[in-house]
Nanobody, 115 residues
Framework: QVQLVESGGGLVQPGGSLRLSCAAS????????MFWLRQAPGNGLEWVSS????????YYTEPVKGRFTISRDNAKSTLYLQMDSLKSDDTAVYYC????????RGQGTQVVVSS
């Protein structure tokens, strides 16, 4: 079955950086578009970024453009999200997913941006 395991979250000061990872198994990762979503306290699930199967296309929600970078290593079946210039508004649980709605997603990793 599909397994997605996120890691790399934590507490970081505003302006800092984090790199999230997502280890995938149970499906053909190299053939799949992949997604990052997030859920801030009290809010619904929000799409953050997408990447095509060969990483030739990437997309970002407007608030993170220029600060976040999605990437993947198909040899390792791993998805990444490099997050720079973090803001308090980025505080959320971050999920990797096989679909943009997050119907198949991991357990999430908590990111807290606070001084």
């Amino acid at each position: 079955q599909v397994q997605l395991v996120e890691s790399g979250g934590g507490l970081v000061q505003p302006g800092g950086s984090l790199r999230l990872s997502c280890a995938a198994s149970g499906f053909t990762f190299r053939d799949s578009w992949m997604f990052w979503l997030r859920q801030a306290p009290g809010n619904g699930l929000e799409w953050v970024s997408s990447i095509s199967s060969l990483a030739s296309h990437t997309y970002y929600t407007e608030p993170v453009k220029g600060r976040f970078t999605i990437s993947r290593d198909n040899a390792k079946s791993t998805l990444y999200l490099q997050m720079d210039s973090l803001k308090s508004d980025d505080t959320a649980v971050y999920y990797c997913a096989k679909d943009y709605q997050g119907r198949e997603r991991g357990q999430g990793t908590q990111v807290v941006v606070s001084s």
